[in-house]
């Protein structure tokens, strides 16, 4: 975004604000036309714990999404890569089983796939999911959505009860957990589509005792990548499995302790390496392809077949156990402490025959590659809960422990005549403390009065570095003595502040501030340390039910300041991320409506306009194609660039959802049907940060996907669906890389979205 369309942004926002409120009087007038011609049966109500508390979704002074078990079914989502094809502002990219993903919030997250920490935080049952080091993001990419009850999904910071990761927002997952005395209960489903898509879910639960109840929840995936891999006709095959076990203790009515343990298995091998196809081929192919022989496949990224010779192989492993006590102390004083440990644990390696094409390298006679990590990951949080009528509590501590002891790579380019030996070691150990308090008063009888403060300490050691002649390929052991040690201690705070005002019994209005943070720390891709990013959020908005409650509505308008936001850019010359602290500003506005039209009849309406840019990043350096072509306008310094008024990637002005759902009897009652469809829209937005001069070939553009699904509930506890994405078969990227300097800065390659696909679930409850 240029500074006259940053001049002309109060004047943009005041239409949009003008636009969200004809929309709101529209949907208005049709309901009170409906409601006349006869009644409507009224929506229920959003139970949330985003404060961490039950409580209903219009009391919560935020923009929160919720997605429960019934609106994930609804959408067949079943991982969670998906949610952001449901939800606006929300954008997640993940390659291979989850390593280097892109995780954003109304535009905010890091740039690259790089490994420092996100802004983006995943909690499952309140626990923090850990980071992983190669891709610095959370290991929550492999969850199975199959036995939830819902995903909260917050937006904007959350440092007050959710910790030092989500100066952009969290993403909470919430399991079924075992209830006593509600007998054996289960749910069993399999589903088979298009691209050999198979997954059996399945969850038992049921009481031991009259103090003892359990769950079982388990689940096997498979499906194969929609790019072809013409050298030997495979394509990629993604597998995961895993299962959740849980154990509930109620010795008395005032003690509740659930243990559960928690393990996730996911794989990849053969086929395109991160399901890429090409774009462009650099002159260094087709000469190379001329010489050899060889016959390329067509630059067209959508006829999604590529030459690929690097067979890629990886296995990640996850494990959490976790305790969970709940103790009532009196009527209005309570306990609650969650005790978790995971662990990470991913291998993977590949070679390529003399003579191959690699899309992540561009020309090379060969390349080797083989890498292992393993990370601990220790968390403890305590806190002591007050509730009264008119004030309520709660305040604790939060203690981790991140530790990997030693994570390496091997890399291994193989040019004619000999092998030119790269390995990389990471070791990194993290120890955090955080004190915080959450406040709600009633000072008035409409009146709520929210504030909440937390500190949050932590000292890091790390080492990183990129060594040459050295590791397997080398037939030599790797010296880790030459690896530098890296130490920090960082420390920040984050707040809230607000009020909220209860209209009438139906509708909220609220209005605040939030003071979120990102610690700084240890780079762990071998460049200097980083600082903290601190983000001040200021949002106002409007919740609740309208017309009998057959309408439930949600309104907001945000602005967000970022200082010394983490932005990371790829420096192809040393195989790092360079991460540097700008500023940036986001705004925006968010309309959510569900709609009960008729008793058969629900219509969902989700919308966002956000606009987020950088208000000064000086000295940002220059992408591949700057520095292949000579593009560079080395300014302010040499090789670098001034990206001040710039948009940030990955993060489309307009994004939205539509979602109609018909179901009605049939057979005189004796099954139902629905028939739903959805479409979603998302805008133009760059997928690197495009400075003057900058990459032509960066611009993802606007895409929409038609989704689609036929649904039968028979007597028994049986349902049949049948469904269809992407139905219009839309051609569309969701993320365009151009090779390093170095290699081949003209071949150009890009993931793409899904093209159509279909399937069938059968399912069985009780």
Request: hydrophobic share 35%; aromatic share 12%.
């Amino acid at each position: 975004m240029n500074n006259e369309d940053s001049r002309g942004l109060a004047v943009n926002m005041q239409k949009k604000t003008m636009v969200l409120s004809i929309a709101m009087a529209v949907g208005a007038f049709s309901s009170t036309h409906l409601q006349a011609q006869g009644s409507v049966k009224a929506l229920e109500e959003v139970v949330v714990t985003a404060q961490k508390r039950e409580q209903s979704l219009q009391d919560v002074p935020s923009t929160v999404n919720v997605l429960n078990a019934q609106a994930l079914s609804a959408s067949t989502i079943t991982e969670v890569n998906q949610l952001s094809n449901i939800t606006p502002g929300i954008f997640i990219n993940s390659d291979q089983v989850g390593r280097n993903t892109k995780i954003k919030i109304r535009g905010v997250g890091p740039d690259e796939g790089s490994n420092i920490r996100p802004s983006i935080g995943f909690f499952y049952n309140d626990i923090p999911l850990m980071t992983q080091l190669q891709g610095g993001q959370s290991v929550a990419s492999d969850l199975d959505l199959g036995d939830l009850t819902r995903v909260e999904i917050l937006k904007g910071p959350q440092s007050t009860l959710f910790g030092e990761s989500v100066s952009a927002g969290a993403i909470a997952f919430y399991n079924q957990r075992p209830q006593l005395d509600e007998g054996w209960n289960g749910k069993f489903s399999v589903n088979y589509g298009s691209h050999d898509n198979q997954q059996y879910r399945g969850a038992l639960g049921g009481d031991v005792s009259n103090t003892m109840a359990f769950r079982i929840a388990a689940y096997d995936n498979q499906v194969e990548d929609q790019v072809k891999n013409t050298v030997d006709n495979s394509r990629r095959k993604l597998e995961s499995n895993g299962f959740s076990a849980q154990l509930l203790y109620e010795p008395i009515d005032s003690l509740r302790m659930i243990l559960e343990y928690n393990r996730r298995n996911s794989s990849q091998a053969g086929g395109a390496v991160d399901g890429l196809d090409i774009i462009s081929y650099g002159v260094q192919t087709i000469t190379e392809a001329e010489n050899k022989g060889i016959k390329l496949t067509s630059a067209d990224p959508f006829d999604r077949k590529v030459q690929m010779l690097f067979p890629l192989t990886e296995k990640m492993r996850n494990e959490l156990v976790s305790l969970h006590i709940d103790y009532d102390i009196s009527e209005n004083w309570s306990l609650t402490s969650i005790s978790a440990h995971q662990m990470n644990q991913d291998k993977y390696g590949g070679s390529a025959l003399l003579g191959g094409y690699n899309a992540s390298n561009g020309v090379v006679e060969g390349f080797y590659a083989q890498g292992d990590q393993e990370i601990d990951y220790t968390t403890s949080e305590l806190r002591l809960n007050y509730d009264s009528q008119n004030f309520t509590s709660m305040s604790g501590i939060f203690v981790s422990r991140y530790d990997s002891p030693g994570t390496r790579g091997d890399f291994g380019y193989v040019f004619p005549g000999f092998v030119f030996p790269l390995a990389q070691y990471i070791e990194i150990e993290k120890d955090m403390y955080s004190l915080f308090t959450h406040n709600s008063w009633h000072f008035a009888p409409k009146w709520e009065l929210i504030a909440g403060a937390r500190y949050t300490s932590e000292k890091g050691d790390g080492r990183n570095s990129l060594e040459n002649f050295q590791g397997i390929y080398s037939e030599q052991p790797l010296d880790t003595s030459v690896f530098d040690k890296s130490s920090s201690k960082e420390s920040a705070w984050g707040g809230t502040l607000k009020v909220l005002y209860n209209l009438d019994d139906d509708i909220v209005l609220y209005a605040g501030v939030d003071r979120g943070f990102r610690l700084g720390g240890v780079n762990n891709l071998g460049e200097p340390n980083y600082d903290t990013e601190i983000a001040v959020s200021y949002e106002a908005g409007l919740k609740g039910y309208l017309f009998d409650r057959t309408l439930r509505l949600g309104a907001s308008i945000y602005h967000t300041d970022y200082d010394g936001y983490q932005a990371v850019l790829y420096n192809s010359e040393a195989f790092s991320f360079i991460t540097q602290n700008a500023e940036v500003t986001g705004q925006g506005v968010e309309l959510e409506v569900l709609w009960m039209a008729t008793n058969n009849l629900e219509l969902a309406v989700n919308a966002l306009y956000n606009e987020v840019e950088y208000d000064k990043y000086l000295g940002a350096t220059c992408d591949n194609y700057q520095l292949a072509f000579g593009t560079c306008p080395n300014n302010p310094v040499e090789g670098a660039q001034d990206l001040s008024g710039r948009e940030l990637p990955a993060s489309p002005k307009w994004s939205g959802n539509i979602a109609l759902q018909y179901e009605d009897d049939a057979m005189d009652g004796y099954f139902t049907w629905h028939l739903r469809g959805e479409y979603a829209y998302r805008g133009n937005s760059y997928a690197h940060s495009v400075g003057l001069g900058g990459d032509p070939m960066q611009v993802i553009e606007s895409y929409g996907l038609f989704n689609a699904s036929l649904g039968f509930d028979f007597p028994g506890g049986w349902s049949l669906k049948l469904w269809g994405k992407n139905l219009a078969d839309k051609d569309y990227f969701t993320d365009i890389a151009r090779q390093p300097v170095g290699t081949e800065p003209g071949y150009i390659q890009a993931r793409i979205g899904w093209e159509r696909s279909y399937g069938a679930t059968l399912g069985y409850e009780f």
